[in-house]
């Protein structure tokens, strides 16, 4: 059937990234959407972030990914005591022609054990659930039955049978994260998380018996300590779907200034590469409790014929609010997912 081949090429384009799930260029800056166990997991009371990502506007019709979350301590952080986190994230993403878009909310909890009496070993995991809605708009789409010889006539009949244009589903996901610190100098993360675990069916054809494949992710982050004023940061983030394979790999530099206790001031660039896929150019600064980044998808894939090296931009900001005892601290100048 025709509508099954156009259905095909949408998902097709979606997935040129070579992962079929949605990504992030800033996969640093998603933290709870890239592990559950992340959840949690930063130095602060409470983090609210937004994300936007526009991809393909090239090649195109422009894909679209907006994600809000935000992320708490539930059991406080103390020397030597295990604690827990909670969190929410709304994910909206619409791609293509046919609008076909995922609407996602997603609650997770975590729970971190620390692995010595000082607190800079921890062992965390976490888990979350989410009602997912995916869905297309059919009466955007063109069938060649709809041409009368001179025109395109959208009151013609196309003459294909036309699957649901939504299913809804629940999809769950789990992680592990492991956390070492040392004295201020030199802080490195491990992560591993699962999505998809349930195999929930998706396709939207009313033959489908599609289900998704569950996505395997691996993380490594870490922050160096060159001077007082400049840390490296090094991330890895490693994506498998069925054959699909997702390496991105990279590393910021971040400049601190700290004028006083309470408020504090970071300059950061950095450059990841999405190996087959892309070449990402970051710039991002922090201000007090505020974060913002930008980051560009240069695209040296097979698509860069019809690209022209233009991929994705994406945007993110990231206010981490104060502490209990009223203070800012931001020793970790690096994003620590």
């Given at each position: 059937m025709r509508i099954t081949?156009?259905?095909?090429f949408f998902i097709s384009l979606w997935l040129s990234s070579l992962s079929q799930d949605i990504h992030f260029s800033q996969h640093y800056f998603t933290p709870v959407f890239t592990n559950p166990a992340n959840t949690g997991l930063f130095e602060g009371k409470y983090r609210m972030g937004l994300q936007y990502r526009n991809q393909w506007n090239a090649v195109t019709t422009p894909f679209k990914t907006l994600m809000a979350a935000g992320d708490m301590m539930i059991i406080r952080k103390k020397p030597g005591r295990g604690y827990a986190g909670a969190g929410l994230m709304i994910l909206g993403d619409r791609a293509g022609d046919g609008a076909y878009g995922?609407?996602?909310?997603?609650?997770?909890?975590s729970w971190f054990q620390p692995l010595d009496r000082k607190g800079r070993n921890y062992l965390g995991a976490g888990i979350?659930?989410?009602?997912?809605?995916?869905?297309?708009?059919?009466?955007?789409?063109?069938?060649?039955?709809q041409y009368d010889g001179n025109m395109f006539n959208p009151n013609i009949p196309h003459g294909e049978s036309i699957?649901?244009?939504w299913r809804y589903y629940p999809d769950l996901a789990a992680g592990l994260v492991w956390l070492l610190t040392?004295?201020?100098?030199?802080?490195?993360?491990?992560?591993?998380?699962?999505?998809?675990?349930?195999?929930?069916?998706?396709?939207l054809l009313e033959s489908s018996a599609e289900k998704l494949s569950v996505r395997w992710s691996a993380q490594a982050s870490a922050r160096q300590k060159l001077s007082e004023e400049w840390h490296l940061c090094p991330s890895m983030l490693f994506n498998i779907q069925d054959r699909h394979r997702e390496l991105l790999i990279g590393s910021n530099v971040s400049w601190s200034r700290w004028d006083r206790?309470?408020?504090?001031?970071?300059?950061?660039a950095g450059i990841h590469s999405r190996l087959g896929d892309a070449l990402i150019i970051l710039l991002g600064a922090d201000l007090g409790a505020m974060s913002y980044n930008i980051s560009y998808?240069?695209?040296y894939s097979g698509l860069k014929k019809a690209s022209y090296l233009r991929g994705g931009l994406e945007l993110s900001l990231q206010y981490t609010f104060l502490k209990p005892d009223g203070t800012l601290k931001r020793e970790v100048t690096c994003p620590i997912f």
């Amino acid at each position: 059937m025709r509508i099954t081949v156009l259905i095909m090429f949408f998902i097709s384009l979606w997935l040129s990234s070579l992962s079929q799930d949605i990504h992030f260029s800033q996969h640093y800056f998603t933290p709870v959407f890239t592990n559950p166990a992340n959840t949690g997991l930063f130095e602060g009371k409470y983090r609210m972030g937004l994300q936007y990502r526009n991809q393909w506007n090239a090649v195109t019709t422009p894909f679209k990914t907006l994600m809000a979350a935000g992320d708490m301590m539930i059991i406080r952080k103390k020397p030597g005591r295990g604690y827990a986190g909670a969190g929410l994230m709304i994910l909206g993403d619409r791609a293509g022609d046919g609008a076909y878009g995922i609407t996602q909310a997603a609650l997770s909890l975590s729970w971190f054990q620390p692995l010595d009496r000082k607190g800079r070993n921890y062992l965390g995991a976490g888990i979350s659930a989410a009602p997912t809605e995916v869905s297309v708009n059919f009466n955007r789409l063109r069938f060649p039955d709809q041409y009368d010889g001179n025109m395109f006539n959208p009151n013609i009949p196309h003459g294909e049978s036309i699957g649901r244009e939504w299913r809804y589903y629940p999809d769950l996901a789990a992680g592990l994260v492991w956390l070492l610190t040392q004295t201020g100098q030199q802080e490195v993360q491990l992560g591993f998380s699962a999505f998809h675990l349930n195999r929930p069916k998706w396709g939207l054809l009313e033959s489908s018996a599609e289900k998704l494949s569950v996505r395997w992710s691996a993380q490594a982050s870490a922050r160096q300590k060159l001077s007082e004023e400049w840390h490296l940061c090094p991330s890895m983030l490693f994506n498998i779907q069925d054959r699909h394979r997702e390496l991105l790999i990279g590393s910021n530099v971040s400049w601190s200034r700290w004028d006083r206790s309470d408020l504090a001031a970071t300059l950061r660039a950095g450059i990841h590469s999405r190996l087959g896929d892309a070449l990402i150019i970051l710039l991002g600064a922090d201000l007090g409790a505020m974060s913002y980044n930008i980051s560009y998808d240069i695209n040296y894939s097979g698509l860069k014929k019809a690209s022209y090296l233009r991929g994705g931009l994406e945007l993110s900001l990231q206010y981490t609010f104060l502490k209990p005892d009223g203070t800012l601290k931001r020793e970790v100048t690096c994003p620590i997912f």
